[in-house]
């Protein structure tokens, strides 16, 4: 007889994963807002410092790719591996505002790129393990609304630490914000790192997160222990489900190679917006003829992935009752609303540009775990396609970023109009893949059927055995 009982071991180690998604989101998405204090320390320009989102993707990739081959080669010590990536970020967070130099800042955000990747990619691939024989769809998008939920307290709790400076509005007259944390003269002019003794700056912002990621890591070395004791057989589990679906892969193979290779595509602009709207949303705020403060450009921010995190927990009871081609459907709507208004009127009007990024929040933030769900009813996701869509991923936040920092200084429009077009191409792409899928025989069909098959035989077994003994 099965037991019904609730695995809560499983839960446990569930929870530390979702807790390293929150320090994932928050080492991810503290940037964005302080990405104008962080020019300041460095007296460099936008231009420059947007090189670090350069940086921190190809080290995303990198790690990405490392992490997925120790993982494979090392199961045993993947608990440790993602305890070390964690203090990766953490010390990566803690010295990023510390650099003197903007040539540290890079590589110190190549590191936390590196380590941010290897997270992304051991812990998806970690709760599917977890989970494996189950239904892992709910743990799979609380992930990634854990991660919403980091990237929206981010710029809520960067607010504070954020430098009041003086700017000038669209006519070039000066504006005063509130009095200056430090000794400015000037916009453009050099800070030095507490220079005006107060705690409420950015290296204590870098700091609390930067300790978290370390926190959390102590779960995870407290699970590779435990389990170094215990002896456990979840590799062999995982083997044999790996040997299955290969199994299944024989038919129709050009259409899933075609069809995968497009929503690797489609994954590549998805997350290149995403990203880049979260990143720069802050900066437009400021640069933009609307000429808002660092602290109202973090509340545009805030909003953004607050809709976002609001989405992606809805998104999870959603996807019990209704299927995934209506959920991205939806979602596609939401983001063109979105877009469009801010297309339109993103730098007269502050209401519609917190409309505008809600709505895109809104709509944005399900896409990602819905495709994967949409995908898996028709391919089999092995390692290699998961790695294949998370590289995909990571180089959407390696060419977005960099590109449109390239412009949002001087031409900020530019940078909605780029968010319309990249929408666009989203939504014929996964018209293309529909159209491919289509006539494919659903995978949760042929796994019922395996599964069935699988029951049978240790029925047999079950009745053989029991005959002579």
Known sequence: MISTQYPWHLLRRTILILLAFLALGLSDAVRGPTL????????????????I????????????????????????????????????????????????????????????????????????????????GGESGPYMHSLHFVFGIGAFVAPVLAKPFLLNVSTSDVHGNLKEDEPSLYNSSSRNSTIEVGQSGSVWTIQTLYSIIGSYSFLVAFGFLFYYILDLKTHSNHKDNTSDQNQENKTNQ???????????????????????????????????????????SRQQGSDITAIFWGSFAVMRGIAIVAAIWVVPSIIMAASFLCCMVGSICLAIWGQSSIIFLQVGTGALGVGAASIYATGLLWFEQRVAVTNKIGALFVLSASAGCDVFPIVVGQFIGKHPMVFMYVQVGVLIACILMFIVATLIGRGMQPQNIIKNIEMKEHNENQDIHSHINHAFM
Not at 36 to 51: E, H, P, T, W, Y
Not at 255 to 275: D, P, R
């Open 250 to 292: 024989d038919r129709d193979k050009c259409n899933k190679i075609l069809l995968t290779c497009i929503i690797s595509l489609f994954f590549f602009f998805y997350v290149g917006m995403e990203v880049t709207y979260g990143t720069f949303v802050s900066t437009f705020g400021v640069e933009s003829a609307l000429g808002l």
């Open 36 to 51: 104008l204090d962080l020019k300041d320390l460095v007296n460099a320009d936008i231009g420059r410092i947007s090189f």
């Open 53 to 132: 989102f350069l940086l921190f993707s190809i080290g995303s990739l990198i790690g990405c790719l490392v992490a997925g081959f120790i993982l494979d080669f090392l199961p045993k010590h993947r608990y440790l591996i993602l305890c070390l990536t964690l203090c990766t970020i953490g010390l990566s967070s803690i010295l990023l505002p510390r650099c003197t130099t903007i040539s540290l800042m890079y590589v110190v955000s190549f590191f936390a790129g590196f380590g941010s990747g290897a997270l992304d990619t051991g812990c998806n691939v970690l709760i599917l393990d977890i989970w494996t």
